[in-house]
């Protein structure tokens, strides 16, 4: 009987154990950044003042990009968007690794997206197709291979950054 309480005493030790552990590195990646020390953001001009902006390095580029870091942020995108303006694009900081998709619904122009890891390494890329008049429902959606953090939206004739390119802070 002694035996069975001290198993079941350790097990509930690593059991609590394992959930503080589970806890602290969810809790840890709730910053929305991830692994990635981007440069602060800025509030965007206008007609983007919903959003904020960064300036983010993808490969040898910095970029100037409006973030999309919310989930209402995320759930709007380039919805309607027919010019970026100033902007090279849009990025997704998601605060957890993810595999949600993406549709082009209510998106008049043509996108080439980029999915980065935690550390900003390139996951997958690929070309979505407008869909202006459809709804979530009725468009394709849009996946990644794998699981990904951040995700770079930018008109396609910009086009998808290489297996190379990587996703970080621009240099001072």
């Not at 440069?39 to 003042?49: E, K």
């Not at 960064?54 to 027919?82: H, K």
């Not at 010019?83 to 990025?91: D, I, R, V």
Request: charged share 15%.
């Amino acid at each position: 009987m002694r035996e069975r309480k001290a198993v079941a005493a350790v097990v509930v030790l690593c059991s609590l154990a394992g959930l503080v552990f589970l806890v602290a590195r969810v809790r840890g990646g709730e910053n929305g950044t991830g692994a990635l020390a981007f440069a602060s953001t800025t509030p965007a001009v206008a007609p983007f003042s919903d959003f904020s902006e960064a300036r983010v390095a993808v490969g040898g580029d910095c970029l100037r990009v409006l973030v999309a870091s919310t989930p209402d942020q995320r759930t709007q995108g380039l919805r309607g968007v027919t010019s970026l303006g100033p902007y090279a694009g849009m990025l997704f900081v998601n605060a957890v690794n993810t595999t949600a998709r993406y549709t082009m619904a209510g998106t008049p122009m043509p996108l080439a997206i980029t999915f980065f890891d935690s550390h900003g390494r390139p996951v997958d890329s690929t070309q979505m197709t407008p869909c202006p008049n459809g709804t979530d429902a009725t468009c394709p959606e849009y996946a990644s291979d794998g699981r990904y953090r951040y995700s770079l939206e930018r008109p396609a004739s910009a086009g998808s950054v290489n297996a190379t390119g990587t996703l970080g802070a621009c240099a001072a």
